[in-house]
């Protein structure tokens, strides 16, 4: 959409307000919104101001001036707001310099995507998160002084099958039996068929919706593939209305990794492929699993870097509580058709070239999806680039293989701390092409450590007090 299209559109539906949105640098959407007689055409052009320092991990307040240049082809008719009103994704610019700001997520993206074409190997990415997430009741929690507590409830969860509910009906799905069964245990069939339809008005093509494998109502939508800005951009769009659409039905959604003791927690499976002149590189019907040469060299570089990786796709304290073994998390770090054990899973669904894809297991959606897509992309095409062999695949199941053997498994990091320690060692292949820049990447870091495992690390935890308190 060009902005004489957008503002034709405006007229035709009588849109009173556009909503403004852009991307902070952990992840979550930020917005403004100015009354249709405020928004001129010329904002495409000179932008519009914003208080950068007030932005997490933006600014200092001695420099807080940033400007927001609207991308009229993100534009959309709002699937939330009461007011008709077009949203509309911006991209964040120096008011000075007047160029674009180096810790915009967005911006990064789009880098990521010129310098796949620069490189001469593809000329195209493709992308499809597998986005899971949990649907509950009522959530409190809090942390004081004197107290740090959390409470979660759903009408779904096993642990109410004894509750008094006037009446209590049942079909609670137990721990880890909650993958595919039909209403009445899947009670929220139609409140994710209303999320569905919701993502498709926006222009969101959606493939399938189900129950996910955890009690309490965990799900997944998953979205059909797109390149990297754009399905970053929808993976924004995904969370904005999965939560809004929950709250509107009395419901809360969360995308944190692992809310839940002892059941799956939720994760986002990355799909991704590279294309060439409409053709697809990772497809070889004599390769392994049909995978091409270029594939397993990509897979080299995700193996390479995985740990440095795991700061902007697992970037959360809470992201390590999913990654261990027994839940089908992927913390080993081998490749496999099929064997959803291996942290690099190939689909073998179809023989179909235009499906060939590597499924990269161990991100989760607290990730900045600009800066994780981007980062996946720049190990695979350091793995190009120097031919990075990853080695046999591995087709048992890991979590029975004797220990002398699990032994010799890399793993994925066992915490935040140690993946930020990694991507401190390892970033040379994110500066490539001026994609990441230091100041972006020290920003990240520094932020991480000081605002969440330090955070984190200083306080008491509950169930300290259950094994020490009487020591």
Request: glycine letters at 6%.
């Amino acid at each position: 959409m060009t902005p004489s299209e957008l503002f034709a559109l405006i007229k035709e539906k009588n849109i009173e307000f556009v909503d403004l949105k852009f991307n902070d640098l952990p992840g979550l959407w930020q917005h403004f919104s100015l009354p249709i007689s405020e928004f001129e055409e010329n904002i495409f052009k000179e932008g519009i101001g914003f208080d950068g320092s007030s932005i997490r991990g933006f600014q200092e307040i001695h420099e807080s001036d940033m400007i927001l240049i609207p991308d009229a082809k993100t534009a959309v008719i709002d699937p939330v707001c009461k007011f008709p009103t077009v949203s509309i994704i911006c991209d964040i610019y120096d008011p000075i310099s007047k160029l674009p700001y180096t810790r915009d997520p967005r911006y990064v993206a789009r880098k990521a995507e010129e310098y796949l074409k620069s490189t001469g190997i593809a000329d195209t990415s493709y992308w499809g998160p597998e986005m899971e997430f949990f649907i509950f009741d009522d959530i409190r929690f809090g942390q004081n002084t004197n107290c740090g507590f959390y409470y979660i409830d759903s009408i779904e969860g096993d642990w109410n099958t004894g509750r008094r509910e006037n009446p209590n009906l049942g079909y609670k799905a137990r721990y880890k039996e909650g993958y595919f069964p039909v209403p009445p245990h899947d009670s929220q069939q139609d409140l994710r068929s209303e999320m569905v339809r919701t993502l498709i008005d926006t222009g969101i093509q959606v493939e399938v919706h189900h129950h996910e494998v955890a009690t309490g109502g965990q799900a997944e939508i998953d979205m059909r593939f797109d390149r990297l800005v754009c399905m970053a951009d929808k993976c924004l769009m995904y969370k904005y209305i999965v939560k809004n659409v929950a709250k509107k039905n009395g419901k809360v959604a969360t995308f944190m990794p692992k809310p839940l003791f002892q059941d799956n927690g939720s994760g986002m499976h990355t799909h991704q492929s590279l294309w060439k002149d409409g053709v697809n590189l990772f497809f070889d019907k004599d390769g392994y699993a049909m995978l091409s040469e270029t594939a397993r060299y990509y897979i080299g570089g995700l193996l390479k870097h995985a740990s440095a990786l795991m700061a902007f796709c697992a970037p959360t304290t809470n992201s390590y509580k999913r990654l261990v073994p027994g839940y089908e998390a992927p913390v080993n770090m081998v490749y496999s058709m099929r064997n959803r054990s291996a942290a690099i899973r190939i689909p073998v669904y179809s023989d179909n070239p235009k499906t060939k894809r590597i499924e990269f297991r161990p991100p989760d959606n607290t990730s900045n999806p600009y800066l994780a897509f981007s980062a996946l992309l720049m190990a695979g095409l350091d793995g190009i680039q120097n031919k990075i062999d990853p080695g046999a695949p591995l087709q048992q199941n890991i979590y029975e293989l004797p220990p002398e053997e699990l032994a010799k498994i890399k793993q994925v990091p066992g915490s935040l701390e140690e993946a930020l320690d990694a991507l401190e060692q390892d970033h040379e292949f994110l500066l490539r092409g001026g994609v990441f820049t230091p100041d972006l990447i020290d920003t990240w870091i520094r932020y991480k450590r000081e605002r969440e495992i330090d955070a984190v690390r200083l306080r008491p935890h509950p169930y300290e007090f259950y094994l020490y308190f009487d020591l």
